[in-house]
């Protein structure tokens, strides 16, 4: 993928700014007018407090967000996470109301002040609502959190689907040797590292099975320049970029099995008590087939001819060699696969 000077998840945040900065100041207008009546200086002194409030969050979080202390934070538990922000926002809604009050001449404190505690308190609630419903759909996977408010998949859905599943080679060793709650930290090491990667692609991390990561797209979205294939590079680069830390910290330097299919699924909502987006049919189950193929052919990425034919084309650097049909454990027919190799002088960006 070629390089960008604006990154993906930087991208996402900016989106998130602009919308932000629009109806922060039309909160902010509207009660005002509510306040003053239609007093149309009132209607432009809230709109500005409105952008007082949600820019400086905004830039902080962005800034935040992009730097390694950010990283290290969206590392910590979910409590420690949104705490240290929400501090940091309350300073900062002070500090740009402050700002504001004294850019229209108007008074900080007292009467009709830009630090009147209903104002302030007002603000930090909103700012603070905003980031657990940013945190939860992190938490969720993109785009989940909106799907389970709005019923899109409460009932079951028909669409087309490419998926891609990424599975560590020698698991079974590697958690034997590193006992069970080392190896989960290294599981969770790798789930990081892998994130941005999926991002720029456009890709939904939809599920992590055991060592598995789980990504899918729209149709559509993942066969658009081929970003499967980038993600599914991009994905395996990420690690090996991170291999001498890997080694000093594990004592091992990570590889990978990864497969890749496209076809028709079932999405809907499912669950009581824990309730989550599913995506059920054979699209599914054979890309999980594929994926156990990979290593009996001792092969690191392998495609399904079907998606490899829908391809505008591959990525600079990026071969296909097809193999043939292949039988797969569990499957009637075989299946016509394709090795997905970089030439050896290559580097996907």
Not at 328 to 338: F, I, N, V, Y
């Amino acid at each position: 993928m070629p390089a960008r000077s604006v990154t993906a998840r930087q991208q996402v945040a900016l989106r998130a700014g602009l919308w932000i900065a629009a109806s922060s100041a039309v909160v902010g207008a509207t009660l005002s007018v509510v306040e003053s009546h239609l007093d149309v200086f009132a209607l432009a002194r809230g709109a500005l407090a409105g952008l007082a409030i949600s820019m400086p969050v905004y830039v902080f979080d962005l800034a935040l967000n992009a730097s390694a202390v950010g990283h290290e934070l969206r590392r910590q538990p979910f409590v420690v996470d949104v705490g240290i922000r929400t501090l940091g926002y309350l300073l900062l809604i002070v500090l740009g109301l402050a700002l504001a009050a004294t850019v229209v001449g108007a008074p900080v404190v007292g009467a009709g002040g830009y630090l009147a505690p209903v104002t302030v308190a007002i603000a930090f609630t909103v700012a603070l609502a905003a980031n657990v419903v940013w945190q939860l759909n992190r938490s969720l996977g993109q785009g989940a959190l909106v799907s389970l408010v709005t019923g899109r998949y409460h009932r079951p859905r028909i669409e087309e689907r490419v998926f891609l599943f990424v599975d560590l080679q020698g698991s079974t060793a590697a958690a034997e040797r590193l006992g069970p709650q080392r190896f989960l930290t290294l599981l969770d090491r790798i789930a990081f590292d892998v994130a941005d990667a999926v991002l720029e692609a456009g890709g939904e991390i939809h599920a992590y099975v055991g060592d598995e990561v789980i990504v899918t797209w729209r149709a559509e979205d993942g066969l658009r320049d081929a970003r499967c294939i980038q993600a599914c590079f991009q994905m395996l680069e990420a690690a090996s970029r991170h291999a001498a830390t890997y080694d000093g910290d594990f004592g091992l330097v990570p590889r990978f099995h990864a497969a890749l299919h496209v076809g028709t699924v079932v999405v809907g909502e499912m669950g009581d008590l824990h309730r989550e987006i599913v995506f059920l049919g054979d699209t599914v189950n054979t890309t999980a087939r594929i994926e156990a193929a990979s290593g009996e052919l001792d092969r690191d990425v392998l495609a399904s001819r079907d998606l490899v034919d829908r391809l505008p084309g591959l990525p600079a650097g990026v071969v296909s060699v097809a193999l043939g049909p292949i039988a797969l454990r569990g499957k009637a027919e075989p299946l016509e696969l394709c090795a997905i190799e970089r030439n050896a002088t290559s580097t996907l960006r």
